[in-house]
């Protein structure tokens, strides 16, 4: 049989942010579909905890796995500088790299679910100065987060994914901090980049493309000097992260937007973000077997074959497309649709030529059995 078969899962992208600045709902795939990296889930955590006050013996996992509805997101922490220097940096102000409820690690950045404790995270601290000095670069903290099956190793896409990023805010406190973010996408070695939506209702940072910075604070007296304290709300800080298209790694770079060494701006906790929950969609696993127990054919004759397409399980396939299209060879060609299993609705029972059905019912356990039928051309420049 030479025809082209395809089966496409289809999902409408759409967008809403909704109710008050904690409350966001953005995936637009079926429910069923649709699956949260939660960091306060039980069991769920960075490896080792931080070694708070012993920079020196800090030696932190970079790198590590969490798995979610048969997904691996596969973190990873890297600099634009040494690795010597990364280290030293996140260590040097005991930077968290677990979830933020653990034992001595900082305080979350509030109840953004509404069950009345406070939310994991997972949240990126560090002073980019020269490691053993207080001699302030430029350090790009980066995470990257490659999808990946748990199995096999190969990436594994998902269809949209959203998160939040908080407490990206200008800090006088201690030193002076003004928080950046830069989040990019990728799908299949093409850059996608992400929406970026200011969910705090008075936020403390401006968007410019896939790029959050913290407003500045200009609060210096007349010698030029920063107060000792003041900071912009750490709770106006939540930004939306929202990639509305298939992606298989993003990456974070955490700054900070201001690193220079006047006014005392050196040391410190120089640049805290806080990565919450990731939730996402991610495809059903289909398959299709077409068969019509034939090893050879007759011109002008008859012909029939089944195309059996199957939802496998790991959700509902509901809006997947399946199409056939048919070869000149194929004379009169129609087809019937029927055999349904496990709750899978037929689009249409009967048509003609090719096959171009989207099935709005589709569960997970279920199938669906299409029957062609006609006549092998008798005119031999048909066949290709």
């Known amino acids: 049989m030479k025809n082209l078969l395809k089966v496409v899962f289809t999902v409408v992208l759409v967008g809403v942010i909704c109710g008050s600045s904690y409350t966001y709902a953005a995936l637009s795939c079926d429910t069923s579909n649709q699956a949260t990296l939660a960091w306060d889930d039980a069991g769920r955590d960075w490896p080792d905890p931080v070694n708070v006050g012993d920079a020196a013996n800090y030696v932190p996992t970079l790198a ?44 979350g950045p509030g109840d953004l679910d509404g069950d009345g404790a406070p939310d994991s995270g997972l949240a990126v601290a560090f002073n980019p100065t020269l490691a053993g000095t207080n001699t302030a670069v430029t350090l790009d903290v980066i995470l990257t987060t490659v999808l990946t099956d748990p199995v096999t190793g190969a990436v594994s896409p998902v269809s949209e994914l959203e998160f939040t990023i908080s407490d990206i805010d200008y800090s006088l406190a201690d030193q002076v901090r003004q928080d950046r973010v830069t989040i990019t996408g990728t799908y299949q070695g093409v850059t996608v980049l992400p929406i970026l939506t200011a969910v705090s209702l008075d936020p403390t940072f401006t968007i410019s493309g896939n790029t959050a910075t913290a407003i500045e604070l200009d609060n210096r007296d007349a010698n030029s000097n920063f107060p000792t304290s003041g900071d912009l709300p750490a709770e106006n800080g939540l930004l939306l992260v929202t990639f509305d298209q298939p992606i298989d790694s993003f990456t974070i770079v955490y700054q900070d937007a201001d690193e220079t060494v006047a006014d005392g701006d050196v040391g410190g906790t120089r640049g805290l973000s806080i990565m919450n929950d990731l939730s996402f969609c991610y495809a059903p696993d289909l398959s299709v077997t077409k068969t019509d127990g034939q090893t050879s054919f007759t011109p002008g004759a008859a012909f029939s074959y089944d195309i059996v397409i199957t939802n496998n399980g790991t959700g509902s396939a509901n809006g997947a ?64």
């Open 321 to 384: 497309e399946i199409q056939d299209i048919l070869p000149t060879w194929a004379i009169g060609a129609t087809w019937t649709c029927g055999g349904a299993t496990g709750g899978a609705v037929c689009p249409v029972l009967t048509g003609t030529g090719d096959i171009s059905e989207i099935i709005a019912i589709f569960p997970e356990n279920s199938s669906l059995t299409y029957t062609i039928s006609g006549t092998y051309s008798a005119d031999m420049t048909d066949y290709p």
């Open 64 to 107: 590590h796995a969490e798995t979610v509805a048969g997904i691996d997101f596969d973190f990873a922490f890297s600099s634009n500088l040494t690795e010597a220097d990364l280290i030293w940096s996140l260590g040097s102000i005991s930077a968290q790299l677990a979830t933020i409820d653990d034992t001595n690690q900082i305080v």
